[in-house]
């Protein structure tokens, strides 16, 4: 059966028809799980094309089964808005019955493609993985409808989850309170992570009291979702209290020259590398060669970063959002937003050797339970889930 995927993910294509994910985050790793179950992707997504496009092969996107519906690129509401025409004619004509639907939400495209679906009275599955109350709340995103979309985002959601007729969520609580799913619909709890056996660490990381830290975010700088500004002004006051750090972010996006000029304005430039995107395997020895995993977001689902850094057998530093508390120890959390809470457990771990030792070891135990053969189990039934459901509507 051929599964129709929408979600938010930004392709681009070269003049040989090749296709990659920009930030990695839809390869053909990705859609590898899918394949279990179903025998062709259809994706619905933006794609960029250009000619000259080149990228690693571990980006690549499409294979003979995949293949993409391409929208128009747009980044944000603004540019939305000149090509949402041209959007809704490519979505309804893709949107035919006897075909499996599966909506990564929350997101417009998905919402756009559920829109169609309901009016044909075809069934859909979704899978959430954000929270736009989050999202849109007064520490995140910057517009100025800031308000009007954290209802309205909170409304489309809470509407679209509770007509789905499968819902993955990538949290055990947190999406699940907020968006329920209505009575009787199957329902699971995934985490999005992608974490082999073989690349599960050995042994936790040992901290030792030595001259430099090495500390090591993960996260897209194309919205401030990752809280960026506090990180660098967390080390900031580390930097003043005579507390060296060096700080590597993995991650690229439109606010990445800002924040070079922030670290520059506190004075902590040279202890800061903007890394841009890397591939999977390079994000690896980046953790690997790091002492603390710092992941402060203002909004998450279920970080895969924070996994993938736990299963390096790194201590973590997280906030108080979406499925960070699913993951980390109760100390190990510092409210969103607080740049004085941050260089204080900084601190505290680099000063504490044997409580940082003991979160290491805790959190590589915590990371097996996201080992990908024990999540797979429960994919694969949400996926036969959505075949049978659409066995049923013929």
């Given at each position: 059966?051929?599964?129709?995927?929408?979600?938010?993910?930004?392709?681009?294509?070269?003049?040989?028809?090749?296709?990659?994910?920009?930030?990695?985050?839809?390869?053909?790793?990705?859609?590898?799980?899918?394949?279990?179950?179903?025998?062709?992707?259809?994706?619905?997504?933006?794609?960029?094309?250009?000619?000259?496009?080149?990228?690693?092969?571990?980006?690549?996107?499409?294979?003979e089964q995949v293949s993409f519906v391409e929208l128009p690129d747009y980044v944000g509401p603004v540019q939305y808005l000149k090509v949402k025409s041209r959007i809704k004619h490519l979505i309804k004509t893709e949107i035919v019955p006897g075909r499996a639907y599966l909506c990564r939400l929350p997101g417009i495209i998905g919402g756009e493609v559920i829109s169609v679906l309901k009016r044909r009275e075809i069934s859909y599955a979704c899978e959430v993985v954000g929270d736009p109350w989050e999202v849109f709340g007064?520490?995140?995103?910057?517009?100025?409808?800031?308000?009007?979309?954290?209802?309205?985002?909170?409304?489309?959601l809470r509407r679209q989850v509770a007509a789905a007729s499968s819902v993955l969520?990538?949290?055990?609580?947190?999406?699940?309170?907020?968006?329920?799913?209505?009575?009787?619909?199957?329902?699971?709890?995934?985490?999005d992570v992608l974490l082999l056996k073989e690349n599960i660490a050995s042994y936790a990381k040992k901290l030792e009291n030595k001259g430099e830290y090495r500390l090591i975010s993960v996260g897209s700088l194309g919205q401030m979702y990752k809280s960026p500004d506090v990180v660098i002004?967390?080390?900031?006051?580390?930097?003043?209290?005579?507390?060296?750090?060096?700080?590597?972010?993995?991650?690229?996006?439109?606010?990445?020259?800002?924040?070079?000029?922030?670290?520059?304005?506190?004075?902590?430039?040279?202890?800061?590398?903007?890394?841009?995107?890397?591939?999977?395997?390079?994000?690896?020895?980046?953790?690997?060669?790091?002492d603390i995993f710092l992941l402060v977001s203002k909004t998450e689902g279920l970080p895969?970063?924070?996994?993938?850094?736990?299963?390096?057998?790194?201590?973590?530093?997280?906030?108080?959002?979406?499925?960070?508390?699913e993951l980390l120890d109760s100390s190990a959390i510092v409210p969103k937003g607080d740049t004085e809470a941050l260089a204080d457990k900084i601190m505290y771990m680099i000063t504490h050797v044997d409580y940082t030792n003991q979160q290491a070891e805790r959190n590589l135990a915590e990371s097996f339970k996201y080992e990908n053969s024990l999540l797979d189990e429960r994919r694969v039934r949400f996926y036969n889930n959505i075949v049978n459901q659409v066995i049923m509507q013929k």
């Open positions: 059966m051929e599964l129709v995927f929408a979600c938010e993910g930004h392709f681009v294509k070269n003049a040989q028809g090749k296709y990659y994910s920009v930030n990695g985050g839809f390869t053909n790793l990705l859609w590898n799980r899918y394949l279990s179950v179903f025998s062709h992707i259809l994706v619905i997504a933006r794609v960029k094309v250009e000619a000259a496009y080149h990228a690693k092969e571990a980006l690549r996107a499409d294979n007064p520490d995140g995103v910057r517009h100025p409808l800031r308000i009007v979309l954290r209802h309205r985002g909170r409304r489309s969520y990538v949290t055990k609580q947190s999406l699940q309170n907020r968006y329920p799913c209505s009575e009787g619909v199957f329902s699971t709890d995934v985490s002004r967390a080390l900031a006051i580390l930097k003043k209290q005579g507390i060296r750090c060096h700080l590597s972010w993995l991650g690229d996006g439109k606010y990445k020259e800002e924040m070079k000029g922030l670290a520059e304005s506190l004075g902590v430039a040279d202890e800061i590398c903007f890394c841009g995107n890397v591939p999977a395997a390079e994000v690896v020895r980046h953790l690997r060669e790091s895969r970063a924070m996994v993938e850094a736990m299963a390096q057998g790194l201590p973590c530093i997280g906030s108080n959002v979406g499925g960070i508390p």
